[in-house]
T-cell receptor, first 113, second 112 residues
């Protein structure tokens, strides 16, 4: 079964550093998403991406965040200057038609120290 | 505002019994609902979905019920097995939207 692949599985970074979280969506999917989950809390929407541009973003997704699809297979989330409160699981997802056929990756655990 | 919440944070069920996990939502504009299962260290996994023009949908061992009058969603798992241990999230999708709004999650604990 096709999977959304995320790397790394765990990233530890110092406060103020930049991090890039990487995702390989399912190959025929056209819609891409990032969500995050702070430990013990619900999964929260960050951003959706379609046709090489952001289609929607939440209030969490401020100027410190950016997304990119640098080539035909990768989808990245960059946090420019990490804060302690950015520590969370970050999930990438992709779908072939908006919310239908939505598939999540296994996540990257980001720890900011 | 938009919110999806769950009545119980933890549910303990005897193996072999049926489980019922409940969820309340508040956005009447939501027209599509999904139940997700999240095992430790993994991403949310689709279980079953239902559209707002339905009140019941059945899958393999799972049934989702939707009561639009009281904005209530439930997930029924028949003959609960140890592999069903996980956190279950209800989620809603507002009309003409593509983001998923998750509830807080209910941890299902299976007793031997």
């Amino acid at each position: 079964e096709p999977e959304v692949t995320q790397t790394p599985s765990h990233q530890v970074t110092q406060m103020g550093q930049e991090v890039i979280l990487r995702c390989v969506p399912i190959s025929n999917h056209l819609y891409f998403y990032w969500y995050r989950q702070i430990l013990g809390q619900k999964v929260e929407f960050l951003v959706s991406f379609y046709n090489n541009e952001i289609s929607e973003k939440s209030e969490i997704f401020d100027d410190q965040f950016s997304v990119e699809r640098p080539d035909g297979s990768n989808f990245t989330l960059k946090i420019r200057s990490t804060k302690l409160e950015d520590s969370a699981m970050y999930f990438c997802a992709s779908s072939e038609a908006t919310v239908y056929g939505y598939t999540f990756g296994s996540g990257t655990r980001l720890t900011v120290v | 505002g938009e919110s999806v919440g769950l009545h119980l944070p933890t549910l303990s069920v005897q193996e072999g019994d049926n489980s019922i996990i409940n969820c309340a939502y508040s956005n009447s504009a939501s027209d599509y609902f999904i139940w997700y299962k999240q095992e430790s260290g993994k991403g949310p996994q689709f279980i079953i979905d239902i559209r707002s023009n339905m009140d019941k949908r059945q899958g393999q061992r799972v049934t989702v019920l939707l009561n639009k009058t009281v904005k209530h969603l439930s997930l029924q798992i028949a003959a609960t097995q140890p592999g069903d241990s996980a956190v279950y999230f209800c989620a809603e999708i507002p009309n003409r939207d593509d983001k998923i709004i998750f509830g807080k999650g209910t941890r299902l604990h299976i007793l031997p």
